[in-house]
């Protein structure tokens, strides 16, 4: 039978509830418990797939295709629990199902209602697929006291009395402010917080107080005696050196023993920290460091690279080293930036996925600048097109390469794809179908040449990785590409989609149409991303 952790967030958004509850499913998963993570979102979009990474940050995929909240990332990472198209819903393909059967005629001619319809559809995505765990955290996404999210809260609180007793709890994310002029921090905006969220129905077991100062143990028992709950449930959160600290940080202030105890759990297992313990060791203690620069599109938003960033840090894990990020913005050098003062200190260049136009010939002149320089060059989904186009234009000979997606062109180096096979069988698309959910999702199986770098890199000639993309470097080119040194060395299992090109007699030119960002984990960390800062390290020693 499952337990279900509610997960609220007030005061003020981005106080970093998806964090928490990934770091409290680690915590628990660490004490020997089956666990799983699901956000629920309020806005009305079906996924954010059709969303800007400047508005939503970046999407990330799942194996089975589904477009999610980027907290999902944070989810797999820390806990390695693959996370399903069932683990997020939005309000908007919650009301998407409903109206889609209400049309059919499913609901025998009632009056449609967001009670009890609305509420019944979110508890039945909570509930789904849950009898093999034995904790579920359901995040709820946005901050109490906002209009979109009240149908979820009102749902969560008729899915508690739903529940056996003792089988739910509610975990409130709140802040407590620190006023610099007074010197004092301050708990009204959490008793605010919680008084809010009671008049909903839901009174929280647990508070995680979010704050930049201790908490006193003064604070803590007014925050205790206003919020109706136990002074060892009020659990202070500071800001944490790393992510990864954040486990330890929370364990350390009992976050995971108050929940056991809301559950009546008293026997569990201590937790076993070893992996948090030696990912907190290789990033304190590193044994040199290198410089990657990111040359992208959304740089002005860490977030939409989150996994990207992460995945280059765990690369850092691997090789013990820490690792600088230089974020930079291709379009600069499509404005007249010197290319070479930006990209020559950097022992490492990565051209990362995207969409349209802007800023695609800066993108290509770091390609072309990492190919001349002999720098090692990572090209992920675009970034591997850019690659393709590069090599074409500039060691094949076809001057008007380019890629359908910016405009017609006479050189298709890069098009639409139009049709592949699926799991579900063979897939269609044209240039007129829908964007959203439409592009190539989820895990696709690759071939890898024998004798290849990537095949010693992954130690494998079969593998499976997960794809978002739209647009395919034409298969047809392959072998004036060859010619001119950038080689086909991954395919989809029937030959026909390119999947990694590399350079062999480069220190390191791999890109990929995949997205390996979204398998590495601090613990685990992605056998491509491990290698090319292996790569960027013996470039530092070059330099």
């Known amino acids: 039978m499952a337990r279900y952790i509610f997960i609220t967030g007030g005061v003020v ?30 806005y009305l979009n079906v996924d954010p797939g059709t969303m800007s990474p400047y508005q939503h940050g970046e999407v990330y995929v799942t194996d089975d295709g589904a477009e999610t909240d980027l907290d999902l990332g944070h989810y797999e990472r820390f806990t390695g629990v693959s996370a399903r198209q069932s683990d997020n819903v939005t309000q908007g393909r919650v009301y998407q199902t ?28 909570a509930t789904a697929d849950t009898d ?18 009240l149908p979820f809260m009102e749902a969560i609180r008729q899915l508690h009395n739903d529940l056996d007793r003792g089988q739910s709890i509610f975990v409130h994310v709140t802040l407590v402010p620190y006023i610099a002029a007074a010197g004092e921090l301050k708990t009204k905006p959490t008793q605010h917080s919680v008084r809010e969220l009671t008049s909903l129905g839901i009174q ?30 009020v659990i202070p959160a500071l800001d944490a050196s790393s992510i990864y600290a954040v486990p330890q940080q929370y364990h350390a202030e009992g976050l995971d023993d108050e929940v056991l105890n809301a559950f009546g759990i008293t026997n569990a297992p201590a937790p076993k920290l070893d992996r948090w313990d030696d990912i907190m060791d290789r990033q304190q203690n590193p044994e040199g460091e290198v410089t990657i620069g990111v040359v992208g599109k959304y740089v002005g938003l860490l977030d939409a690279y989150k996994s990207l960033h992460e995945a280059l840090h765990h690369g850092g894990l691997a090789n013990r080293v820490k690792v600088n990020i230089k974020w930079i913005d291709a379009e600069l050098f499509e404005k007249g930036e010197d290319l070479a003062a930006s990209l020559e200190p950097m022992h490492g260049i990565l051209v990362p996925g995207g969409f349209g136009v802007r800023g695609s010939e800066g993108k290509i002149a770091s390609v072309r600048f990492a190919r001349e320089r002999n720098v090692p060059f990572f090209g992920i989904c675009l970034g591997m097109q850019m690659a393709c186009i590069e090599g074409a234009r500039n060691t094949a000979g076809i001057a008007n390469a380019s890629t359908t997606e910016f405009g017609e062109t006479s050189e298709p180096v890069v098009g639409l794809i139009t049709e592949w096979m699926s799991k579900e069988g063979l897939q269609k698309r044209t240039a007129e179908t829908d964007l959203g959910g439409t592009m190539r999702l989820g895990a696709y199986p690759a071939k890898l040449t024998g004798n290849s770098v990537v095949a010693g890199i992954y130690n494998a000639t079969d593998i499976s990785e997960r794809h978002r993309h739209r647009y395919e470097v ?29 350079r062999p007699d480069h220190p390191w030119f791999v890109g990929v149409q995949f997205h390996p960002e979204l398998k590495s984990k601090p613990f685990d960390p992605h056998p491509l991303f491990a290698s090319f800062i292996e790569a960027a390290v013996k470039q530092s020693r070059l330099v």
């Not at 209602?113 to 609305?118: F, L, R």
């Not at 093999?132 to 999210?149: A, R």
């Not at 395919?491 to 999947?499: A, C, I, K, Y």
């Open 13 to 42: 958004s981005s106080l970093g509830k998806g964090l928490m509850a990934a770091s409290l499913a680690a915590l628990l998963q660490a004490r020997g418990f089956r666990v799983r993570i699901r956000k629920f979102d309020p």
């Open 98 to 125: 409903i109206i889609q059967r209400e049309r059919r005629g499913d609901y025998l001619g009632a009056t449609v209602q967001v009670i009890p319809h609305v509420t019944d559809e979110i508890k039945a995505f």
């Open 132 to 149: 093999d765990l034995d904790f579920v955290l359901c995040e709820i996404g946005g901050t109490v006291g906002d209009i979109e999210s």
């Open 204 to 233: 929280p077991d647990i508070l995680l107080c979010r704050c930049e100062h201790p908490l006193p143990e003064s604070e803590r028992k007014k925050i205790a005696l206003f919020c109706n709950v136990r002074p060892e449930a």
């Open 474 to 502: 034409n298969a047809g080119y392959r072998e004036p590409l060859e010619k001119g040194g950038l080689i086909f060395s991954g395919m989809s299992p029937d030959g026909t989609l390119p999947e990694i090109v590399e």
